[in-house]
């Protein structure tokens, strides 16, 4: 038997003696919905070959489903993005600053989604492409794309739990009294409907790790840890402790063009998580951005 190609298939092979194929991949880390459409489009593959029924299958045998081909769900656009990662399944970009992550009413083109779908159509992946994970347009680092619905799913539960280890950095207002700590403080949604605030009584539970890096004049750098997937909640709970990121235009009075800066000085700079076939260990760090070293005046 050929080895499958594991671009259009997931394959797994049978560790029980006997097993009916549909019973045996509802124990895999599989979405009922995947395995439903896999079944209804002829899409499951017994030692390579075909089959239309819910077969018997034995230890050793290789069960697999095909990717089915989608239509690309965005205009094709071509830049050159600066990939960190990328495999059968996973792509991650190190998104520039001043880049909307998907297309939005306002934003139909020239964003991370339109770039992607042109890296998708020129290397021939004949996929949708699936966000993990997004960041804001002026935050710049690490976003991850999925190939295929299987890797997407899997990835966004990890997302949504303490599986993966995610750290930004950002430069703020103020000097730290002490060089790390914990911010445990729940976040609501403020009058406005747009900005975020601390909110004990009705906000949702959110935790925070900060390290100070470095310090210049009246302003440091930080290092910090979501243990938590609240909306703005670096910015909140930053703020909230008297450190606004620098450029914050909904959390720091200070405008930006009164620090020369042109943006929200944040970067989603490292990741860990555990591959959704593999199992390996991903890691991924980029470095600091030219624009935070400006800032600063130092060469880390």
Known sequence: MEKLNPYEFLEFIVDVEKIKSRAFLEGQNISGRLIKRACQDNNIFVNGERTFKNTEVKRGDSLA???????????????????????????????????VTHTAKDDREDTLLNYLAGYFEKNKIKRKVRF????????????????????????????????????????VQGKFKIKEGIIEKKIGLSEDGIRRKIDEEKGKYAKTYFKLIDEKD????????????????????????????????????IKKDDLRIKRLLLHSYYLSFKHPRTGKIIELETEIPHDFLSFLGTKH
């Open 132 to 171: 993990v994970n997004r960041l804001d347009r002026d935050t710049s680092g690490l976003i991850i794309v999925a190939k295929n619905s299987f890797a997407h799913g899997n990835l966004s539960k990890i997302f949504q739990s303490d599986n993966i280890i995610k750290k930004y950095l950002a430069i």
């Open 218 to 253: 009246d302003f440091s750098l930080v290092e910090l840890r979501l243990f938590t997937g609240r909306t703005h909640q670096i910015r909140v709970h930053l703020s909230s402790i008297g450190h606004p990121i620098l450029g914050d235009g909904l959390y720091n009075e």
């Open 65 to 99: 489903i095909k990717f089915p081909d989608e239509n690309l769900n965005a205009r094709v656009q071509n830049f050159d993005l600066e990939i960190i990662y990328e495999d059968f399944d996973l792509i991650i970009i190190n998104k520039p600053p001043f880049m």
